[in-house]
């Protein structure tokens, strides 16, 4: 039941480091199930949706040491479960990996519906029929609603007595359901092709985890994903060593974008650090229409933002897409750099249809945002100011906490349990660039 409170009107300085994306480690996770060996993985971000992850592979039988902070020794050897505990499903959208690491290791499954933010329908249609196309049958167990009387599919049941490699062409392009058929497909007889795969950066984070466990996967981060099929995934045990491998997770493109755009939104000054900049770029781009400086350091691995004295910022147009595009994730946070720019914007959200949350917290503070069938329309305004606001979800979360920063006088934000799921000791990483921000409890 803690709440934020934020002193806004401080432009952030100074250097600020990005922890490993929680949608990539909330896949390798689940891919852990699928070693032979036990691995190290570094720089795993110190969120809730990690605990869970965690706490899942603990009740499936894994053995896990925390080394340090950020670095978990995994051990999946003496894994004998192939049920994902119903509460610890439901709490988090991603628990649909283990879906599709356990059909890999064990040819069955069976998890609860996932939980996660609620941002409209969230269909598994593409996640089942990738893991058809392997032989697995599935049964969607349905549950009575008590209020209503109304079904719902209450969890996922998966068995194959033989995975067989074979073509999968997906009809939407998804995160999820691409990375499912890695998991589900990395250990099946064969040759499996992906087609229509999405390409972020998590994806390609996944592929190159397995392969350097061992996997034959090739074509990550394009349309096209081919995987030669393997018996085992060893790591380098397979040329006799007994050195436990390490692999660490790809910065998160999304906190490095949020901390962009709290920098630009506060008329700030700030260094990036430990970024890959080409996963920004297109988040760049629009920051720079706005009129933000925005200077990549590639052999360094900075972005470097800030916002000349004197600038005004414009509006410019947003539409959100799958990678390279510009990511939904990054839509309310740059809504508030938008609501700060003169003129209009128009933002058009094409992957979720229920991400404009923030919306109602943001005119709380000024701002002023109409909504359209498929996205906002946004008039700047001189600033913002200061309210009790909530975060709605976790993006929208980070979008009121950039709007506290840049505004005027005292922000109050509440559920920030939504935050916490993907941002990383945010408190201490924004004070350290001078932001005036306090966690207490209510
Ligand atoms: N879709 C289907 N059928 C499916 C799967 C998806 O129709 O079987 C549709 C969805 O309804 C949506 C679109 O395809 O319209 C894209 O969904 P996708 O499957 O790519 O989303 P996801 O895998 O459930 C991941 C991230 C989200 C991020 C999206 C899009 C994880 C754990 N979650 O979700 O992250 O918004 O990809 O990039 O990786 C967040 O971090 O705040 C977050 C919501």
Redesign the pocket.
Same mark, same amino acid.
């Given at each position: 039941m803690d709440k934020l409170v934020i002193q806004g009107g401080h432009p952030l300085s100074g250097d600020i480091y990005v922890s490993g994306a929680?949608?990539s480690v909330?896949a390798i996770l689940p891919a852990t199930l699928l070693l032979d060996v036990p691995v190290i993985l570094e720089n795993v971000p110190d969120i809730s949706d990690v605990k869970i992850c965690l706490s899942i592979l603990e009740s499936l039988g894994a053995e896990i040491d925390k080394l340090s902070e950020g670095v978990y020794r995994i051990s999946c050897l003496y894994v004998r479960e192939h049920e994902v505990p119903e509460e610890l499903a439901q709490k988090m959208?991603?628990s649909y990996y283990f879906l599709g690491a356990l059909l890999g290791r064990c040819g069955k499954a069976k998890a609860a519906m996932p939980g *996660?933010?609620y941002?409209g329908?969230? /269909?598994? &249609?593409?996640?089942l029929l990738a893991f058809e196309a392997l032989g697995a049958d599935f049964h969607l167990i349905e549950y009575k609603n008590e209020t209503d009387g109304e079904g719902y599919v209450g969890a996922v049941e998966l068995s194959a007595d033989h995975l067989y490699a074979n073509h999968i062409s997906l009809n #939407? #392009?998804? #995160? *999820?359901?691409t990375m499912n058929a890695i998991l589900s497909a990395v250990k099946a007889d064969g040759t499996t092709t992906i087609e229509n795969c999405?390409r972020?950066p998590?994806i390609v984070d996944l592929a190159n985890f397995l392969n350097y466990m061992g996997a034959h996967i090739s074509g990550a981060g394009t349309h096209k994903i081919t995987i030669e099929g393997v018996r085992e995934l060893r790591g380098n045990a397979m040329d006799g060593s007994v050195e436990v491998k390490t692999y660490s997770i790809v910065p998160d493109q999304?906190e490095a974008g949020t901390f962009m755009i709290a920098a630009a939104a506060t008329r700030g000054d700030v260094y990036i650090h430990g970024v890959i900049p080409h996963h920004l770029r297109d988040i760049a781009d629009r920051m720079e229409e706005c009129g933000v400086m925005v200077e990549a350091i590639e052999n360094e691995d900075i972005v470097h933002v800030c916002v000349n004295k004197g600038t005004m910022f414009h509006g410019t147009n947003v539409k959100t897409e /799958?990678y390279p595009g510009f /990511?939904? &994730?990054m839509q309310p946070q740059m809504a508030v750099l938008l609501a700060l720019s003169e003129g209009q914007s128009n933002i058009t959200e094409s #992957?979720?249809e229920d991400r404009f949350k923030y919306v109602g917290e943001l005119k709380r503070m000024g701002a002023n945002i109409d909504l359209t069938r498929d996205g906002a329309i946004i008039w700047g305004v001189p600033g913002l100011h200061g309210a009790n606001v909530r975060a709605c979800d976790?993006?929208a979360g980070a979008a009121v906490v950039i709007a506290g920063l840049a505004a005027e006088g005292t922000t109050e934000i509440t559920d920030i349990h939504h935050i916490e799921r *993907?941002y990383s000791h945010i408190v201490e990483k924004l004070r350290s660039i001078g932001a005036d921000i306090r966690r207490i409890s209510m």
């Amino acid at each position: 039941m803690d709440k934020l409170v934020i002193q806004g009107g401080h432009p952030l300085s100074g250097d600020i480091y990005v922890s490993g994306a929680k949608n990539s480690v909330v896949a390798i996770l689940p891919a852990t199930l699928l070693l032979d060996v036990p691995v190290i993985l570094e720089n795993v971000p110190d969120i809730s949706d990690v605990k869970i992850c965690l706490s899942i592979l603990e009740s499936l039988g894994a053995e896990i040491d925390k080394l340090s902070e950020g670095v978990y020794r995994i051990s999946c050897l003496y894994v004998r479960e192939h049920e994902v505990p119903e509460e610890l499903a439901q709490k988090m959208r991603a628990s649909y990996y283990f879906l599709g690491a356990l059909l890999g290791r064990c040819g069955k499954a069976k998890a609860a519906m996932p939980g *996660g933010c609620y941002l409209g329908e969230r /269909p598994i &249609d593409q996640h089942l029929l990738a893991f058809e196309a392997l032989g697995a049958d599935f049964h969607l167990i349905e549950y009575k609603n008590e209020t209503d009387g109304e079904g719902y599919v209450g969890a996922v049941e998966l068995s194959a007595d033989h995975l067989y490699a074979n073509h999968i062409s997906l009809n #939407v #392009v998804s #995160v *999820g359901a691409t990375m499912n058929a890695i998991l589900s497909a990395v250990k099946a007889d064969g040759t499996t092709t992906i087609e229509n795969c999405a390409r972020e950066p998590h994806i390609v984070d996944l592929a190159n985890f397995l392969n350097y466990m061992g996997a034959h996967i090739s074509g990550a981060g394009t349309h096209k994903i081919t995987i030669e099929g393997v018996r085992e995934l060893r790591g380098n045990a397979m040329d006799g060593s007994v050195e436990v491998k390490t692999y660490s997770i790809v910065p998160d493109q999304i906190e490095a974008g949020t901390f962009m755009i709290a920098a630009a939104a506060t008329r700030g000054d700030v260094y990036i650090h430990g970024v890959i900049p080409h996963h920004l770029r297109d988040i760049a781009d629009r920051m720079e229409e706005c009129g933000v400086m925005v200077e990549a350091i590639e052999n360094e691995d900075i972005v470097h933002v800030c916002v000349n004295k004197g600038t005004m910022f414009h509006g410019t147009n947003v539409k959100t897409e /799958p990678y390279p595009g510009f /990511p939904t &994730d990054m839509q309310p946070q740059m809504a508030v750099l938008l609501a700060l720019s003169e003129g209009q914007s128009n933002i058009t959200e094409s #992957v979720w249809e229920d991400r404009f949350k923030y919306v109602g917290e943001l005119k709380r503070m000024g701002a002023n945002i109409d909504l359209t069938r498929d996205g906002a329309i946004i008039w700047g305004v001189p600033g913002l100011h200061g309210a009790n606001v909530r975060a709605c979800d976790l993006r929208a979360g980070a979008a009121v906490v950039i709007a506290g920063l840049a505004a005027e006088g005292t922000t109050e934000i509440t559920d920030i349990h939504h935050i916490e799921r *993907g941002y990383s000791h945010i408190v201490e990483k924004l004070r350290s660039i001078g932001a005036d921000i306090r966690r207490i409890s209510m």
